[in-house]
């Protein structure tokens, strides 16, 4: 679904009735997303926000990284799937899979599905230069809370 579909509200909302139906655990949906991001971390490599000297190829393929990435963290700090407090999201640190940094995550995190320059993630999943990043994005507010997720 990270590829296949386009990520936005009615997406997210689809993966939250699936793990209802299917009657999954926090436990189960984590374990899920961790495996997911490892498969992506095999394929991609390590999270890189500078891409400076790397060929065309190279820098196509961390873009896709950083907008599975951004995607991934979403889920996983998305309330309805895994809760933040359980010992199911302490296992999904994509930090350490992706050996990225706290800066690399406030970088590309997602903070709402409704502020998120769809646009951009998908130029970013293309390797082409995109457009503003959300942060950027006229309204957004520094310390805006999450509570959208």
Same mark, same amino acid.
Request: charged share 30%; hydrophobic share 40%; proline share 5%.
């Given at each position: 679904m990270l590829r296949e579909r386009k990520f936005d509200v009615a997406a997210v909302e689809d993966m939250t009735l699936l793990k209802t139906v299917l009657g999954l655990t926090d436990d189960q949906v984590a374990e899920a997303l961790k495996e997911r991001a490892q498969r992506i971390y095999d394929k991609y490599g390590t999270l890189m926000l500078n891409t400076d000297g790397m060929t065309a190829e190279g820098i196509e393929r961390k873009a896709t990284c950083r907008a599975l990435f951004s995607k991934l963290l979403y889920l996983t700090e998305y309330e309805p799937l895994v809760a933040q407090g359980s010992e199911a999201f302490k296992t999904t640190d994509l930090r350490m899979i992706f050996g990225a940094t706290d800066e690399d995550m406030e970088k590309l995190r997602i903070v709402s599905l409704y502020d998120i320059d769809? *646009?951009?993630? &998908?130029? !970013? !999943? @293309?390797? %082409?230069?995109? @457009? %503003?990043? %959300? &942060? *950027?994005?006229e309204g957004d507010q520094p310390g805006k809370d999450h509570e959208g997720r």
């Open positions: 769809i *646009e951009h993630l &998908d130029a !970013m !999943m @293309r390797g %082409a230069p995109g @457009r %503003a990043t %959300a &942060d *950027e994005q």
